[in-house]
């Protein structure tokens, strides 16, 4: 029988330590809801002790999701698997995911300690977080550099202790796919009652082996794999959730596993991570690139015409590409807005449909066709974040051989305020002119511009980083008009400032 691999999703913890990630509570919980809808079998929602903020996600993930394991990180400390336990108190399903280090390098370095007292570490807190919690994963960090033989000390110990789950993570991604294999099966061969746990894996992409050390460690017996939307993680990322299922579905005959993965549901999950952290995920991307199903050229599109499978090893069905034949546009009525919407995966509240549809109409005055994409769009760039500041209206004098004037018209807190400002090109003028406007110190860190569809009438989606205070937020601006969507981008990642500092 096919053995079932369990897929542990990091996106809201790994995936959020990579630069620029960040998310709020509300982009949280509509990933932890996607992710439910995707069927992970395990959501790490956060690092309950890192920050009041992580701590809420976590709670308000492990309240509002039923049908996965909802697991939070804490390190090998009491106050760390206490801050966990209370976080997820209201799980329907909690794990408390607990690590510590197992490599001399860095015990020796990092934690300075023995290994001896990382052994009794383990008894001690292991046992600790099992009283709290029925279900506890025990990570050794740095496991693929630590030494084998205390490495199997350290996971039998776990395993005593109570974990039920082992992870072996390749924390900095430096294992070969053969080296996985081999540790894997040394780990099967000489870990003490290792068939009472689940082996997992979590393997970062250092050198682009992620997804393949993943696999290696599968077909050595690995049970549980850890991994993000799009690869998102620390540094270069972790193994890409979306490579590693289409891998296990596509070559079935070469694995002969399965997961719980509605893959119709990769293609969704992935764009609209991309859309919520402001990162679009480059063309040549497996899986869920723009160009993972295009075909190019004249000898490959002739082999497609004559049969599909010639140059294509999955169908973009499989992961919900979709064709719609119901054309949306200004003609269109609430029924088939509603059901389009339901149909790409949202269940929203009344309230918000209505405040939709009402864009969705705005829209259509600009654009003929709106499609998927721009409905996507729509739907992910209306911010959940309190409109403080809401813009007006906007005028601009620019040209070639000038420098940029823009007045800006805002509504802050329902107050109209109106500045100008001049600026090497109108968007940079308009940024210092809403800049005069607020007493934020702000500062741009990334801008980056994206048609989201095409034609005349596309939609310009505009992502922008800016630090304030010492954090770093991203904010996004959906127009026709891309000085528009510029301004509204800045103005969003301004709302969620003032939304942060009034929750601190
Ligand atoms: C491989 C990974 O991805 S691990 C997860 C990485 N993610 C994060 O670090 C994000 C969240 N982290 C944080 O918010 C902070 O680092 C906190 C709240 C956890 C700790 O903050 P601080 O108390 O200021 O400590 P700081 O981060 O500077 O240093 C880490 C400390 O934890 C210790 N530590 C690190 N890992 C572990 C562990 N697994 N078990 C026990 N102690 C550990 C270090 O030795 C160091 O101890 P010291 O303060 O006695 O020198
Ligand atoms: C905390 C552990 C599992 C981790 O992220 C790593 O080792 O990369
Ligand atoms: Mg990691």
Do not use: W
Not at 19 to 39: D, F, T, V
């Amino acid at each position: 029988m096919s053995q079932q691999i369990k897929i542990f999703d990091t996106t809201l913890r790994d995936g959020e330590q990579s630069p620029g990630c960040s998310m709020n509570l509300n982009e949280k919980l509509k990933m932890a809801r996607q992710l439910e809808r995707l069927r992970v079998d395990i959501i790490e929602a956060g690092f309950a002790i890192a920050s009041p903020g992580d701590f809420e996600s976590v709670a308000a993930i492990a309240q509002t999701i039923k049908d996965c394991t909802v697991a939070s990180l804490s390190r090998l400390v009491k106050k760390d698997i206490d801050a966990s336990a209370e976080a997820l108190k209201n799980a329907v399903s909690p794990r408390i995911h607990t690590f510590i280090a197992t490599s001399d390098l860095h015990m020796r370095y990092k934690l300075k300690m023995k290994p001896e007292d990382v052994l009794s570490q383990i008894d001690e807190l292991v046992t600790y977080a099992r009283n709290l919690c029925p279900d506890v994963e025990f990570s050794a960090e740095d496991a693929s550099r630590s030494d084998r033989d205390f490495l199997c000390r350290a996971l039998e110990r776990a395993i005593r202790a109570g974990a039920s789950t082992v992870n072996i993570p390749d924390t900095v991604g430096y294992a070969t796919p053969e080296e996985m294999f081999d540790l894997i099966s040394y780990i099967k061969n000489n870990v003490p009652n290792i068939d009472k746990a689940t082996i997992s894996v979590h393997n970062h992409n250092d050198l682009g082996l992620g997804v393949a050390t993943s696999l290696a460690s599968i077909k050595a017996g690995a049970t549980q794999v850890e991994c993000t939307l799009n690869g998102i993680g620390e540094r270069a990322g972790n193994a890409a959730l979306e490579e590693i299922v289409m891998a296990l579905k596509t070559r079935r005959d070469f694995f002969d596993c399965t997961t719980r993965i509605d893959t119709t549901q990769i293609y969704r999950s992935c764009t609209r991570l991309a859309r919520i952290i402001g990162q679009d995920i480059p063309n040549n991307k497996a899986i869920v690139g723009a160009n993972a199903f295009l075909h190019e050229s004249g000898i490959h599109q002739h082999g497609v015409l004559a049969k599909r499978e010639t140059y294509e090893i999955m169908t973009p069905e499989s992961i919900g590409i979709v064709k719609n034949n119901i054309v949306l546009g200004k003609h269109s009525g609430r029924h088939a807005f509603e059901d389009r919407l339901v149909s790409l995966g949202y269940q929203l509240p009344e309230e918000a449909i209505a405040k939709l549809f009402e864009k969705f109409k705005v829209l259509c005055d600009r654009k003929k066709d709106v499609s998927d994409y721009d409905l996507e769009a729509l739907v992910e760039s209306t911010s959940h974040t309190p409109e403080h500041y809401k813009l007006d209206r906007f005028v601009i004098n620019s040209g070639n051989t000038i420098r940029a004037t823009a007045i800006v018209r805002l509504q802050i807190d329902g107050r109209e305020v109106e500045d100008v400002a001049i600026g090497d090109g109108p968007i940079f003028a308009c940024y210092k002119a809403i800049e005069k406007m607020s007493p934020l110190n702000l500062k741009l860190e990334d801008y980056s511009i994206r048609s989201v569809t095409e034609g005349e009438d596309a939609l310009g989606q505009v992502s922008v980083k800016v630090t304030c205070n010492g954090k770093t937020l991203t904010g996004r601006g959906l127009s026709t008009d891309i000085l528009e969507s510029s301004i509204l981008a800045y103005l969003h990642a301004i709302n969620k400032f003032i939304s942060l500092e009034k929750q601190a």
